[in-house]
């Protein structure tokens, strides 16, 4: 196991958080230390794809650590430099929207915020059904930005949902691996 210690925030795309929590799960084989955040929206909504309850109890006893869900609670992670890495999966548009503008206004953006005042990466899997529309803005804005280095995306279905982007959860490792060195993981544009 790698002495990393990898900050893991979860928002709320939902139909995605199964293909995450695997990942999740092969993330805490690799590092020591997993933090695992949920945005207001997991924490507290429940949908087709399970509780809020359920997500929480799986990600707790996947990490061994309860989860950080308040501003209160994300706060810390940048004066006491809790994380060498940051990663957020996955990250909706609206949270790449408030990246980009620079607006805090839950655990997932203040960890964000927190993190980055101590010049450490962030790594965002996108899953965005606005990414090639609206959201494609917020996108280019972050790859332009210091410290924020995105898993491999492309569209996950350009027939129905030609706008929509999704993050290759499977690269999530690879792409801390290398945003720890300073780098982009490449090919960022996934192929079909």
């Known amino acids: ?3 990393i210690r990898v900050g ?3 928002c709320g795309s939902f ?3 199964s293909k995450v929590l695997e990942e999740l799960a092969h993330l805490t084989e690799v590092y020591d230390t997993v933090v695992p955040i949920l945005s207001e929206s997991s924490r507290d909504t429940d949908t087709r794809f399970g509780t809020a309850r359920d997500l929480a109890e799986r990600v707790q006893a996947l990490t061994g650590r309860e989860c950080i869900s308040t501003i209160r609670e994300a706060e810390p992670i940048g004066p006491k430099a809790l994380l060498d890495v940051l990663v957020i999966a996955p990250c909706t548009g609206n949270t790449a929207a408030k ?3 620079g607006i805090t206004d839950g655990p997932v953006t203040m960890a964000a915020k927190a993190h980055l005042r101590n010049g ?3 790594v965002l899997a ?3 059904n606005d990414g090639l529309s609206g959201g494609a803005k917020n996108i280019g804005e972050l790859l332009n930005r210091k410290n924020y280095f995105f898993v491999p995306f492309g569209q996950d ?3 129905k949902k030609p706008c929509s982007l999704v993050a290759d959860f499977s690269q999530i490792v690879p792409a801390i691996e290398a945003a720890l060195e300073g780098r982009q993981l490449q090919p960022i544009l996934l192929r079909q």
């Open 1 to 3: 196991m790698k002495h």
């Open 8 to 10: 893991f925030a979860i």
């Open 15 to 17: 139909c995605t958080h």
């Open 99 to 101: 990246l980009a503008a």
């Open 120 to 122: 450490r990466p962030v």
């Open 126 to 128: 996108l899953a965005s």
């Open 157 to 159: 279905d350009p027939v």
